[in-house]
């Protein structure tokens, strides 16, 4: 009978130490995936302050794209990156005195711009399709005559054109309404609260030029995603293993006392 039990308990021993081994690396690599989420978490962070400021919008002038209220980011660019049919935030004390003001770039330099043909904003001749528009609502509350955008600066609306002091207003400025492109400081990327997501493409400008890539934003909330899971991944393997390991024993402690 001895030697019947010491034949069955031998093979337990050797299974504990295999569940050590199994333990040391799976600390080693709980290690790894909190580390690399760390990079991966603050990484992201520190990409988006470089990359993007939150500015707070006042009024409803780009309604319903962005409302009276809204928190966006907007992407540091410089105004030679601007293509017609951005979202920016520029200074022109002109405008406004202290203050940043946010508007959609609808014709650049070189280009002529008027309102409105069966309805429509026309550049270049084209009439443009602006589905980002409140529903029935038309291209502009006035006509105005063809404007010709001087180069290095900027013609400007707001999506709401009823009531928004966009470059309609300032027409008979000596810059005939337009900014300079040195006076935007970003471009907006996403309305982040509340939370409306990225904007859409402004694919009515499409057949006059290139239109602007979306920044890195997507990428910036891929790696804070996967950092984040990481992190708790790793985090969490020690207490679940150590709950694994009292319930194997408790199951080794009561195989044994079974053995007879």
Known sequence: MGGESTTRTAPRSGGTGTAASGGRLGQRLSGVAVALGLVLFLGGFGWAALSYRP??????????????????????????????????????????????????????????????????????????????????????????ATVTVPKGRLFLLGDERQGSLDSTAHLTDAAKGTVARTAVIARVDAVVFPWKGGLKRPTGFEALGTLSQPGPLATIELLIVV????VLGGGAYGPIAKRAGRSRARAARAEAAGVR
């Open 55 to 144: 500015y707070t919008v006042p009024t409803s002038s780009m309604t319903p794209t962005i409302d009276a209220g809204n928190r966006v980011l907007a992407q540091r660019v410089d105004g030679d990156e601007v293509r017609r049919g951005d979202v920016v935030v520029f200074r022109d004390s002109s405008w406004v005195t202290g203050s940043d003001v946010v508007k959609r770039v609808v014709a650049v330099g070189g280009d002529t711009v008027s309102c409105c043909t069966d309805g429509k904003l026309t550049v270049n001749g084209k009439q443009i399709e602006e589905p980002y528009l409140p529903k029935g609502t038309l291209a502009e509350n006035q006509n105005f």
């Open 227 to 230: 950092g984040a899971v990481l």
